[in-house]
């Protein structure tokens, strides 16, 4: 069960990713019921089959979501201060609900389980950033707390950007919300299966596990687009590669490491022309490929170095 937990994961992602375009052509009530039960499936899980995990397994959920829940924070912070400079206009109020609502849960499940005084600039510091950033002053009784309060702050989020993105398409007629929420919704959700993946396993193991879905989530997406063709196979064919290095990287992973970081590199040249693109699908964009490449190509190339020391 446990080598499962990787793939199930993906799968959870590929279906809220299913549900936030596929669900827009849906019934609006349908669309929301659905939506629900995909993003209450992970926590009901961890509520009513406690037998079925292990205390790592319930670790590294809770610090997956902590380190969602920080960057979907600052994506957040980062949204509403460009909004304003932009438009020179204060923010929308929706984008203030967003960044409070989490945050009041957190302080009140931190406060329900006596997570202790946030008294001094340090301790909101150590507050949120741990796992980040090296402290001491953080025992384990209150690193688990803080990545509970963390983990129910995440969902609480998700379901809100979702809920928010369906309503907006409702609300305008079948046009597509702004850019903004793709990348709040998605970027948050691709952090934390990235963090869960190394995690679970070792760096290069998760590694892995990132390439075989971005590669099969790309290719189906090429294949969708544009059939079973020659100029599909030609677009698809940096993550066919993907695919050929995940193979590659158990016996040479240095050389894996390398391919890999030149497709990032290859990607980022071709992408100049993003300069012209919204800023958040710009983000969005970053987060998908060259982030991601580069990341599993340093794992690989660590993971050679370890085998020629042994």
Not at 41 to 61: H, N, T, V, Y
Request: proline letters at 4%; one cysteine or more; hydrophobic letters at 55%.
């Amino acid at each position: 069960m446990k080598k499962s937990f990787p793939v199930l994961k993906a799968l959870w992602f590929l279906l809220i990713v299913g549900l936030v375009f596929v669900g827009r052509d849906m019934n609006f009530v349908l669309a929301v019921a659905l939506s629900t039960l995909a993003l209450a499936a992970p926590i009901l899980r961890e509520i009513f089959s406690k037998s079925d995990f292990d205390e790592r397994q319930i670790q590294i959920s809770h610090r997956s979501s902590h380190l969602a829940y920080f960057v979907y924070t600052a994506l957040l912070i980062f949204a509403t201060v460009h909004e304003w400079l932009t438009t020179s206009e204060i923010p929308s109020a929706l984008l203030f609900v967003l960044i409070c609502a989490p945050l009041i849960i957190k302080f009140i499940i931190c406060q329900l389980q006596d997570y202790g005084g946030v008294k001094r600039f340090s301790d909101v510091v150590d507050f949120f950033f741990r796992g980040l950033l090296p402290s001491r002053k953080i025992d384990e009784r209150q690193n688990e707390i803080g990545n509970l309060s963390s983990h129910v702050a995440f969902y609480v989020f998700l379901s809100l950007t979702l809920f928010v993105v369906l309503f907006k398409y409702v609300r305008n007629g079948g046009q597509e919300p702004d850019p903004i929420w793709d990348m709040l919704l998605f970027t948050p959700l691709l952090a934390k299966l990235y963090s869960s993946y190394f995690q679970t396993y070792d760096a290069a193991k998760g590694a892995r596990f990132i390439l075989g879905t971005l590669a099969s989530l790309f290719f189906i997406f090429v294949v969708l687009s544009h059939g079973l063709s020659l100029g599909a196979f030609m677009e698809a064919l940096p993550f066919l590669v993907m695919a050929a290095m995940i193979y590659l990287s158990k016996f040479v992973p240095k050389i894996a490491g390398v391919v890999v970081i030149l497709i990032a590199a290859t990607m980022l040249i071709m992408m100049r022309g993003w300069a012209n693109f919204d800023v958040y699908i710009r983000i969005l964009m970053w987060t998908l490929i060259p982030i991601p490449l580069i990341l599993c190509g340093v794992a690989f190339i660590l993971e050679g170095r370890v085998k020629s020391k042994n």
